[in-house]
């Protein structure tokens, strides 16, 4: 994928690191023990992390494809427009949320977790996870929790206007955020204070912020190079 769109997506991904270990967190530490072995782990943490991705990648697909199917993006420009606005308004307020702003996105949460509510008991009969095939399916639920940060990248698949793009955007997405949470797993603590710290927070969220505000900017245009390929132009 050479749009510099799917780059921008990942580079969200990857700056979201707090707040994904600060979702995830317990969950890919209970998948580092008590299983004795290096390798036992890694194939816990990449299995479940391969499922989380692949669960965010099937969503992405569908709300692309919801897109595409009900609002017409190349008739409707006006529709297009404002949700390409309302797309980039989610990041702003991803990025006041990763420095320390954490009601702003309270309220978009609150949307999934109806649906979490129904699906949260069905990892319980999964655990405790012992291998990678217990893991896989835990990780592929888990791809459902509500998390703001998710929902932000959502809203630029369902401008995406198709499942293609839509879904390779929640897979670069996806791809970002797994650094974090491998090493959260492997290293445990002392990585995870480090990506929370206040000045890594503070950063993340500017640059966070700045992709938002760019895309405001450049509006009019949908975005213009940074999104190219990713939003369905008229």
Same mark, same amino acid.
Do not use: K
């Given at each position: ?89 989610? +990041? $702003?307020?991803?990025? %006041?949320?990763?420095? @320390?702003?954490? #009601? ?5 949460? =609150? *949307?999934?977790? !109806? ?90 969220? +500017? $640059?966070?912020?700045? %992709?938002?505000?760019? @895309?405001?900017? #450049? ?5 213009? =190079? *940074?999104?190219? !390929? ?5």
């Amino acid at each position: 994928m050479p749009e510099t769109g799917y780059w921008a997506v990942f580079l969200i991904g990857l700056l979201g690191g707090a707040h994904c270990i600060g979702m995830c967190g317990g969950i890919v530490s209970a998948l580092s023990g008590p299983q004795p072995g290096t390798a036992s782990v890694w194939s816990r943490q990449l299995a479940y992390n391969l499922g989380r991705i692949s669960s965010y990648t099937c969503i992405g697909a569908a709300v692309g494809a919801l897109g595409s199917a009900s609002l017409l993006f190349n008739r409707f420009l006006p529709i297009q427009l404002a949700l390409y606005v309302l797309a980039n308004l989610m +990041l $702003i307020g991803m990025g %006041f949320y990763l420095m @320390g702003f954490t #009601r702003v996105l309270v309220g978009v949460e =609150r *949307l999934g977790q !109806g649906l979490w509510r129904r699906i949260q008991p069905l990892s319980r009969h999964l655990l405790p996870v012992r291998d990678w095939r217990g893991a896989l399916p835990v990780g592929f639920l888990w791809g459902f929790l509500p998390c703001g940060l998710t929902y932000s990248v959502l809203s630029l698949a369902l401008v995406s206007g198709s499942a293609l793009r839509g879904g390779g955007l929640m897979l670069a997405f996806g791809a970002g955020t797994l650094p974090n949470l491998l090493l959260a797993g492997m290293l445990a603590m002392r990585y995870r204070n480090v990506v929370r710290s206040r000045s890594f927070r503070l950063v993340a969220g +500017l $640059i966070v912020l700045a %992709f938002g505000v760019y @895309g405001l900017i #450049r509006a009019p245009e949908l975005g213009g =190079r *940074l999104w190219a !390929g990713v939003v369905c132009a008229v």
